[in-house]
């Protein structure tokens, strides 16, 4: 098991909007990517998180770094493979293991 990996993400906050919304919001972006829709330009249009700016691309990160339900998520997909929707307190993520 790594101890170091690289993701990218996709996050929906509940700021402003039921949890209900956000997670539909977040499956219709999964959908989306699994029909073909690349996952850095879905991050740069709807992802609400800073690193939309670059397609969701959060860099290398270790166990510890991130908050536990993200962790777990991220630290158990294969290279390559997108998460379903993952809830934290900031909303729900899509996560991409790229590395």
């Known amino acids: 098991m790594p101890d170091n990996i690289r993701a990218s993400h996709i996050l929906r906050n509940v700021d402003g909007r039921s949890k209900e919304d956000a997670l539909r919001e977040v499956e219709d972006i999964k959908a989306a990517i699994e029909d073909g829709a690349d996952f850095a330009e879905q991050a740069r249009e ?53 590395a």
């Open 46 to 98: 709807h992802s609400e998180c800073p690193s939309s700016r670059s397609g969701g691309d959060l860099g290398d990160f270790s166990r510890g770094m991130m908050v536990p339900p993200f962790e777990e998520a991220a630290f158990d997909l294969d290279v390559d493979e997108v998460s379903g929707p993952v809830e934290t307190d900031f909303g729900y993520h899509l996560i991409l293991r790229t």
